[in-house]
């Protein structure tokens, strides 16, 4: 079965440092991960989608890698803002499972200090 | 609207009473989903479903129940509503197919249910 953990699980910086948030899985058949992005009492957004076959995708201030061999995966947010205190949530596509489904870490919250 | 809707946003009831969670997306992707996001548990699959008709169960389906009778509409039913099935319940739907593999799932806002 797919675990997919995320650390750190909370994490606060000074505005304008640059940051990474961690995501590791412990079955590399994937088709995609995902990085999305979850705002209070709101639903989930996607930021990032990294295929497979893929090493790393870029959205602006945001980019991503993709370890697949290692069960890793790094968002690396350039220059925070006030504007990125979020949780941010990864998510696995298991290649095995038939059905598309995806397997959520736990979420590292952030919080981004004026 | 154009999107994925849920209703209602907040709902409370009492243990024992049935309660239906209402989802409906108006892309007419093939596959729709229900997860439950808890603290300390993260978001978890409910049901899923690949196509009007098609239904299966996710990590956690017991206590639930699902239909998927038109495309658009995914509701999710409570039978007899237990206090540990409260939580915070979201809709998702996708594209069918290998090609969704380069696409995203598309999340609704999230139902709040309290159970007392």
């Known amino acids: 079965k797919q675990e997919v953990t995320q650390i750190p699980a909370a994490l606060s910086v000074p505005e304008g440092e640059n940051l990474v948030l961690n995501c590791s899985f412990t079955?590399?058949?994937?088709?995609?991960l995902q990085w999305f992005r979850q705002d209070p009492g709101k639903g989930l957004t996607s930021l990032l989608l990294?295929?497979?076959?893929?090493r790393e995708q870029t959205s602006g201030r945001l980019n991503a890698s993709l370890d697949k061999s290692s069960g890793r995966s790094t968002l690396y947010i350039a220059a925070s803002q006030p504007g990125d205190s979020a949780t941010y949530l990864c998510?696995?596509?298991?290649?095995?499972?038939?059905?598309?489904?995806?397997?959520f870490g736990k979420g590292t919250k952030l919080s981004v200090i004026p | 609207d154009a999107g994925i809707t849920q209703s209602p946003r907040y709902k409370i009831t009492e243990t024992g009473r049935q309660v239906t969670l209402m989802c409906h997306q108006t892309?007419?992707?093939?596959?729709m989903f229900w997860y439950r996001q808890d603290l300390g548990h993260g978001l978890r699959l409910i049901y899923y479903?690949?196509?009007?008709?098609?239904?299966d169960k996710g990590e956690v389906p017991d206590g639930y129940v699902v239909s998927r009778s038109k495309t658009e509409n995914f509701p999710l039913t409570l039978e007899s509503a237990t206090r540990s099935q409260t939580s915070v319940y979201f809709c998702?739907?996708?594209?069918?197919?290998?090609?969704?593999?380069?696409?995203?799932?598309?999340f609704g806002p999230g139902t709040r249910l309290t159970v007392l």
């Open positions: 998510a696995v596509m298991d290649s095995g499972a038939g059905s598309y489904q995806l397997t």
């Open positions: 998702a739907s996708r594209f069918s197919g290998r090609a969704s593999v380069r696409d995203t799932q598309y």
């Open positions: 892309w007419s992707h093939s596959y």
């Open positions: 079955d590399s058949a994937i088709y995609n």
């Open positions: 479903s690949a196509a009007a008709d098609i239904t």
């Open positions: 990294i295929q497979s076959s893929q």
